[in-house]
């Protein structure tokens, strides 16, 4: 049975948020509750009941009792059917999605009204996965007529926690392939960006989800997310984050040993050779770091280009960077809205004053736009540093802003050793002609994902995930099943006779 999701109304443009839990919006158990703001002018958009270890203790015990009771005796075409109407309706709601997540987000509008139809592929992918998800047979190795085969079972109840920087969708990856293994979730979106998170449980008990299958608690992390990743109820940690999160998270999940996967942060690099026409590269460049203000843990952020090309490249690349459309998120024709805090223009800020003082040259940028109606925002031109060393820390470091750092190689093998030399191998990118060439870097480049002469090509089929400390496990694809279910051999004795050792 479906619960009941309290409709969510506006208080004078206040938005008010209840925790999801067993299929009901309910308060906090102590009531307390924290706000969420605009970036784009620190007005309240949201007040959020905040859910801390006791509102996760019922979370969790409500996904196990409906992980129990049903979920995981749901036939997976029934499973299918339930996770094709959640698509629908994320579908029929983009828009309000979308302007919700700018408003919680500070997303442009041009990116956030994409995220419902994005989302909602998500969970059309994993309704096709769904009914095909099985288990093998396999033949003793030994005399004898035995049938082996193995049951590909769901892990129970998996614990979702996400960042802020692509609220929707982070949800959509968490919850959708959990649900379409046979698992249960209770998700813990990020303090800075709750709402859509929430709107898609709404949305979820209104496609008939049973009730405690999905379970949303707002929170923050130390509280609610600590709560839940150490939770001897939970058997997997599903995190998108920073490493050193991660690193706690890995800490906390050793009470009861359940199975992590990380998707940690970045430093990609992406280099460009001479051979390339200079606009497309240039245009692919701008794609790959300003998407989202730069808050993509896959973003471009240092930027290889080999020496005969540098000049020429730098020139165009600052030219076309004080041209990027920097406003209210809500326009449409905007393309870098704010950051989403305080807190992350503070650092931001911070790095730019690291780079200036590690002797990097500043070319455009390095502060907040002079538009006075921007002024009570988080916002931040975009910025650029060329004559960049790796070693500086504005090379080895995610800045998760609009700050690109640009970097000078000699041939190929200066390219990989430069690409590889950070902490981090989340993504990497190429942009030449040649296609050997391009072949061979996409082997050598230590990389969860490669791009050629492209960015942020990411679908629900391709698998990504770190290498090094941007994490392990992959989301998305069929690599996925393997991280939310767990095998099972069955063997039976065919033959006619007993094997009576002890006789
Ligand atoms: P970001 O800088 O992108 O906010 P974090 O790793 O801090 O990256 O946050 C990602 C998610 O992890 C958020 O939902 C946050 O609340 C959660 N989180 C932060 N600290 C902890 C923690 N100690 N335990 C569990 N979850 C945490």
Not at 31 to 48: L, M, N, Q
Not at 168 to 174: D, G, N, R, V, Y
Request: proline fraction near 5%; glycine fraction near 10%.
């Amino acid at each position: 049975m479906a619960g009941t999701a309290q409709p969510i109304g506006a208080e004078n443009g206040v938005r008010r948020y209840q925790l999801f839990i067993n299929g009901k919006f309910t308060d906090s158990r102590s009531g307390k509750t924290f706000e969420s703001i605009s970036p784009h002018d620190r007005s309240v958009v949201a007040v959020v009941a905040e859910g801390d270890k006791t509102d996760i203790d019922a979370a969790v015990s409500a996904a196990r009792g409906a992980y129990e009771g049903v979920w995981s005796t749901t036939p997976p075409g029934e499973r299918a059917k339930l996770l094709l109407k959640i698509a629908d309706l994320l579908e029929a709601n983009s828009a309000e999605l979308g302007r919700l997540e700018t408003l919680d987000m500070g997303m442009p509008m041009v990116m956030s009204s994409a995220m419902g139809a994005v989302s909602a592929d998500v969970f059309r992918y994993w309704a096709g996965m769904a009914t095909k998800i099985h288990g093998l047979t396999g033949e003793p190795m030994r005399p004898g007529d035995y049938l082996g085969y193995t049951l590909r079972e769901p892990l129970g109840v998996v614990g979702g926690i996400t960042p802020w920087n692509g609220p929707l969708i982070m949800a959509a990856w968490k919850t959708a392939p959990a649900l379409a293994c046979g698992n249960t979730v209770v998700l813990k979106p990020a303090e800075h960006t709750p709402m859509t998170s929430l709107e898609l449980a709404r949305l979820t008990a209104e496609a008939g989800l049973p009730e405690g299958v999905l379970n949303v608690v707002p929170g923050f992390g130390p509280t609610a997310g600590a709560a839940l990743a150490s939770h001897p109820g939970v058997d997997k940690i599903a995190f998108t984050g920073e490493y050193v999160t991660g690193r706690l998270i890995v800490q906390m999940s050793a009470s009861n040993l359940k199975t992590v996967t990380l998707e940690l942060g970045g430093k990609s690099p992406h280099i460009i050779f001479d051979d390339v026409d200079l606009e497309a590269a240039v245009a692919t460049a701008l794609f790959g770091l300003y998407m989202n203000s730069g808050q993509i843990c896959s973003a471009g952020t240092r930027i290889l280009v080999q020496e005969g090309l540098y000049d020429r490249f730098v020139e165009r690349f600052v030219e076309r960077s004080q041209q990027v459309k920097v406003g209210d998120p809500m326009d449409f024709a905007t393309r870098m809205g704010p950051l989403v805090s305080e807190e992350q223009l503070g650092k931001v800020q911070r790095y730019v004053e690291i780079g200036k003082k590690e002797g990097a040259r500043l070319r455009c940028g390095g502060g907040q736009p002079k538009d006075p109606t921007l002024a009570r925002g988080f916002y931040h031109e975009p910025t650029v540093f060329t004559e960049v060393d790796n070693k500086m820390q504005i090379a080895q470091e995610e800045i998760f802003g609009p700050v690109a750092s640009v970097l000078r190689f000699h041939d190929e093998d200066d390219a990989v050793r430069i690409g590889n030399d950070v902490i981090y191998g989340l993504a990497a990118g190429v942009q030449t002609k040649d296609l050997k060439r391009a072949h061979r870097l996409a082997k050598r480049l230590q990389a969860g994902t490669v791009w050629i002469n492209t960015w942020h090509m990411i679908e629900p089929n391709s698998p990504f995930g770190g290498y090094k400390l941007s994490g392990y496990g992959r989301e998305n694809g069929v690599a996925m099943v393997e991280h939310l279910t767990r095998l099972k051999q069955v063997w039976v004795d065919l033959n006619d006779f007993t094997m009576d050792l002890f006789a």
